[in-house]
Structures are given as structure tokens and as C-alpha cells.
């Protein structure tokens, strides 16, 4: 993603109205990857063998990921844990479903997700109401459906 790109979506997050712009817009550096739907974004930081097969939605994937905030608040951390969780594709929020099944096993993104991708106004446990979520996502095995 361009400086520029960055800038639009961040002048769409503040436009919306979306809690976290004023902080993301003052981010030091944007991320450098591909817009896959605007304002949902994600940045390639290690790719797996290309061999490997994209997940479904059906399927159950194992993923390491941490979930922070804008500010490095860390919400979720499956690798301060010790271990991947495994999870329904189908069953997680918008920007997973989509983004997941670009992916292939070993590879790593991140990924920029704003509230309407993420949990919108629920506030969850240690997650504010609106809040724009930063996943660090290794994905490392798929069990297909059925």
C-alpha cells in the first residue's frame, strides 16, 4: 500500500467516523501490502510453499495470531499461549473469512481490519466497541470439510 493509498483510507476511516482514525492516521509508517476491499488491508510478511491449498469457508484451519489495537494494545495472543488455535473459517469474523482463504499454509500476513470487518460496535472482554484490529496471522494447517 502507497503512502498515498494509506492516506485515502485513513481520511475514509476519519470520514466514517470510525474510532482509532485520529491514531491510525498518525501511524509513522502505513502498511505495505494490497487493499482487498477499502478500508481491509494486508501486508505479506512470509510466504509458505505455493504448493499448499487455499482454504473454504467449510473448512477448520490452525492459526497462530496475536490481535492488537492501534495503540500495541495486546488483546489476544494465541503465541503468548504456547499453541495455534483451531477454528471454523466459517464461524470468525468478515476479514478472516476473506483473507484466510487467500492464504496457503506457512505463509504470514498481517492483516488491517477495520470495524465493519472485525467486530463492529460489540464490545468484547478486553476490546472496545469500533475498535480497527491488527491481526499478525501464521497460518499453518487446513483440515477440509467433510
Known amino acids: 500500500m502507497t ?23 498518525k501511524a509513522k509508517k502505513p502498511p505495505v501490502g494490497k487493499v482487498i476491499l477499502p478500508p481491509l488491508s494486508y501486508t505479506i510478511d512470509k510466504s509458505g ?12 484451519i490452525l492459526a497462530n495470531y496475536s490481535l492488537t489495537l492501534l495503540d ?3 488483546i489476544d495472543s494465541s503465541y503468548e499461549r504456547g499453541e495455534p488455535s ?8 468478515p476479514a478472516w473469512q476473506i ?32 475498535s480497527f484490529l491488527i491481526f499478525k496471522v501464521e497460518l499453518v494447517s487446513v483440515t477440509p470439510a467433510g
Open 86 to 93: 483451531s477454528f471454523p473459517l466459517g464461524r470468525l469474523i
Open 72 to 74: 500495541g494494545t495486546v
Open 49 to 60: 510453499p505455493v504448493t499448499g491449498e487455499h482454504p473454504k469457508r467449510a473448512d477448520t
Open 99 to 130: 483473507l484466510i482463504q487467500l492464504m496457503r499454509p506457512g505463509d504470514a500476513w498481517t492483516f488491517y481490519v477495520p470495524p465493519e470487518y472485525g467486530y463492529g460496535a460489540v464490545a468484547r472482554d478486553k476490546l472496545p466497541a469500533n
Open 3 to 25: 503512502k498515498a493509498m494509506f492516506g485515502l483510507m485513513i481520511a475514509g476511516l476519519a470520514a466514517l467516523a470510525v474510532p482509532g482514525a485520529a491514531v491510525a492516521a
